[in-house]
Nanobody
């Protein structure tokens, strides 16, 4: 399984970015997918996750710090996971990683740098 993240960049506070993560297999095949981030000198933290319930309804979970600003979603036809980030703040600056769980194994993509200037 390969995951390729992209979409990072430099943006001013209040701006928006959309991260993408393309998977080498159906994004729907994973039991859970998500985005994490790691800022300099800090531990990697969960930003948002998405999984399907028994009737294939998407259940999302967000870190308190991004609720109402970030939205996780996926496009099954494109095997792609997204993270729409609005109203970005300097404290959102970090390397963002996508990850996916399959058969109790974690897969990680290369990170993409997001830098928010004040």
């Amino acid at each position: 399984v390969q995951l390729q993240a992209s979409g990072g960049g430099l943006v001013q506070a209040g701006g928006s970015l959309r991260l993408s993560c393309v998977a080498s297999r159906s994004i729907f095949s994973f039991s859970k997918v998500g985005w994490h981030r790691q800022a300099p000198g800090k531990q990697r933290e969960l930003v948002a996750s998405l999984r399907s319930d028994i009737i294939n309804y998407d259940i999302t979970n967000y870190a308190d710090s991004v609720k109402g600003r970030f939205t996780i979603s996926r496009d099954n036809a494109k095997n792609t996971l997204y993270l729409q980030m609005n109203n970005l703040k300097p404290e959102d600056t970090a390397v963002y990683y996508c990850n996916a769980d399959l058969n109790l194994k974690d897969y990680w993509g290369e990170g993409t740098q997001v830098t928010v200037s004040s």
